[in-house]
């Protein structure tokens, strides 16, 4: 049986999508909502809710029109004016129009996230905001901006024209990188928060796979998340297992024969994107029998072409660190210090460089370096890795 967090989570986008379609009010809908949420906390352990989104729906449905006939009492809708299966009809269309919503290009990355964690997985603003690395009062203050931005552009959560769609979906494909990233690689360093991301990214990516068949970078993200998450059961927990530690009978086969027929798929739509080749790197490091069967040098070959599609300096440290699996330490400090400025206050940077110095035998420079990881992590689980690398040099 699922918890109820991730029950919530799982539900939450979808009700607010379907709610808000309905009665056209944010505010309205979110303290329903919130509502809901607090009645399925008494319900949860003694009831079994089979459909929870249609539940929820039901609940906050009725709150809002209970408030509505004490406030409007000419309002003449009745709660059973929509079924909860003629509500779970338009989940998919629902669902989709408020993704686009919280991926529209007037609002910025960073608050398209906001709004993805807040809107589609329920989250409570302190969660978010311990996420973000942010306090409760730029959270507060950022969402209140971002909304007031949706209602002077006329944002109205339905699905764009075909005219806009092209450049919007792609808006909305990388909002659900973004939030995946997050899941795997974010600083909250909270295992919950992070899985239920992961799924929930997803099930959305899913969703849009669905409705806009024929989409290349679609598939090769979805490929993408799938080879990645397949090894979430090898490293859920809260120490960082590192890859070449990670037991690979614990991998969901499953999962990376599915991505790896994805890839294939969306390889003979079109022209590859950052995306394919993202999910072939994983791949390699996927479909591998063991660590030492990894194929670095194919591995270093794509972030060559990664890097003519989409130059990241995060992508040239990725590679730097598949350089020094081969042994070609100079080659991969080169590179490490040429995007020095660049990732500067990054602790992964600096951890890829103890490694390097712990290998080529310079333990002050490790530990300086290492140190320096420590003091910029916000992640709970990474400084604890840390500090035994510290002790080991030690």
């Given at each position: 049986?699922?918890?109820?967090?991730?029950?919530?989570?799982?539900?939450?986008?979808?009700?607010?999508?379907v709610?808000?379609?309905?009665?056209?009010?944010?505010?309205?809908?979110?303290?329903?909502?919130?509502?809901?949420?607090?009645?399925?906390?008494?319900?949860?352990?003694?009831?079994?809710?089979?459909?929870?989104?249609?539940?929820?729906?039901?609940?906050?449905t009725?709150?809002?029109?209970?408030?509505?006939?004490?406030?409007?009492?000419?309002?003449?809708?009745?709660?059973d004016?929509?079924?909860?299966?003629?509500?779970?009809?338009?989940?998919?269309?629902?669902?989709?129009?408020?993704?686009?919503?919280?991926?529209?290009?007037?609002?910025?990355?960073?608050?398209?996230?906001?709004?993805?964690?807040?809107?589609?997985?329920?989250?409570?603003?302190?969660?978010i905001?311990?996420?973000l690395?942010?306090?409760?009062?730029?959270?507060?203050?950022?969402?209140?901006?971002?909304?007031?931005?949706l209602?002077?552009?006329?944002?109205?959560?339905?699905l764009?024209?075909?005219?806009?769609?092209?450049?919007?979906?792609?808006?909305?494909?990388?909002?659900?990188?973004?939030?995946?990233?997050?899941?795997?690689f974010?600083?909250?360093?909270?295992?919950?928060v992070s899985?239920?991301?992961?799924?929930?990214?997803?099930?959305?990516?899913?969703?849009?796979?669905?409705?806009?068949?024929?989409?290349?970078?679609?598939?090769?993200?979805?490929?993408?998340?799938?080879?990645?998450?397949?090894?979430?059961?090898?490293?859920?927990?809260?120490?960082?297992?590192?890859?070449?530690?990670?037991?690979?009978?614990?991998?969901?086969?499953?999962?990376?024969?599915?991505?790896?027929?994805?890839?294939?798929?969306?390889?003979k739509?079109?022209?590859?994107?950052?995306?394919?080749?993202q999910?072939?790197?994983?791949g390699?490091?996927?479909?591998?029998?063991?660590?030492?069967?990894t194929?670095?040098p194919?591995?270093?070959?794509?972030?060559?072409?990664?890097?003519?599609?989409?130059?990241?300096?995060?992508?040239?440290?990725?590679?730097?660190?598949a350089?020094?699996?081969?042994?070609?330490?100079?080659?991969?400090?080169?590179?490490?210090?040429?995007?020095?400025e660049?990732?500067?206050?990054?602790?992964?940077y600096?951890?890829?460089?103890?490694?390097?110095?712990k290998?080529?035998?310079?333990?002050?420079?490790?530990?300086?370096?290492?140190?320096?990881?420590?003091?910029?992590?916000?992640?709970a689980?990474?400084?604890e890795?840390?500090?035994e690398?510290?002790?080991?040099?030690?």
């Amino acid at each position: 049986m699922q918890s109820f967090e991730s029950a919530i989570s799982n539900a939450y986008g979808t009700a607010f999508a379907v709610l808000n379609k309905r009665f056209q009010n944010v505010q309205q809908v979110e303290d329903a909502l919130q509502v809901a949420c607090i009645k399925a906390i008494d319900k949860w352990p003694t009831e079994n809710i089979v459909n929870f989104k249609a539940w929820l729906i039901k609940v906050a449905t009725n709150y809002i029109l209970d408030e509505l006939k004490k406030h409007k009492p000419d309002y003449v809708e009745h709660a059973d004016t929509i079924s909860p299966v003629e509500a779970a009809y338009q989940y998919d269309d629902a669902t989709l129009g408020l993704l686009f919503t919280c991926c529209h290009p007037c609002i910025s990355q960073e608050n398209q996230l906001t709004l993805f964690l807040k809107w589609v997985m329920g989250f409570d603003n302190t969660s978010i905001a311990r996420a973000l690395l942010i306090s409760d009062k730029t959270l507060e203050q950022r969402i209140t901006r971002t909304k007031r931005k949706l209602r002077a552009n006329k944002v109205d959560f339905t699905l764009p024209t075909q005219v806009h769609l092209p450049t919007r979906l792609n808006a909305v494909i990388k909002g659900l990188y973004l939030v995946f990233n997050e899941g795997y690689f974010g600083n909250s360093g909270h295992v919950l928060v992070s899985n239920t991301l992961c799924m929930q990214a997803i099930y959305l990516m899913r969703l849009v796979c669905r409705t806009f068949r024929g989409n290349a970078a679609s598939l090769a993200l979805l490929s993408l998340m799938l080879f990645i998450q397949a090894r979430s059961p090898a490293r859920a927990t809260n120490k960082i297992i590192l890859l070449s530690h990670q037991d690979r009978s614990k991998w969901n086969k499953l999962q990376i024969a599915e991505a790896d027929v994805l890839l294939q798929k969306s390889l003979k739509l079109g022209r590859p994107t950052a995306y394919h080749i993202q999910a072939a790197i994983a791949g390699l490091h996927s479909q591998a029998l063991s660590y030492q069967e990894t194929d670095w040098p194919q591995i270093i070959l794509l972030y060559d072409k990664l890097l003519t599609y989409e130059y990241s300096p995060v992508a040239l440290l990725n590679q730097s660190v598949a350089l020094m699996e081969l042994g070609r330490w100079d080659i991969a400090e080169e590179k490490l210090i040429s995007i020095q400025e660049s990732l500067r206050s990054y602790a992964p940077y600096y951890i890829a460089f103890g490694y390097l110095y712990k290998h080529t035998h310079r333990i002050k420079e490790a530990t300086r370096s290492l140190k320096s990881a420590y003091s910029l992590s916000k992640n709970a689980s990474e400084k604890e890795y840390l500090q035994e690398q510290l002790k080991r040099l030690k």
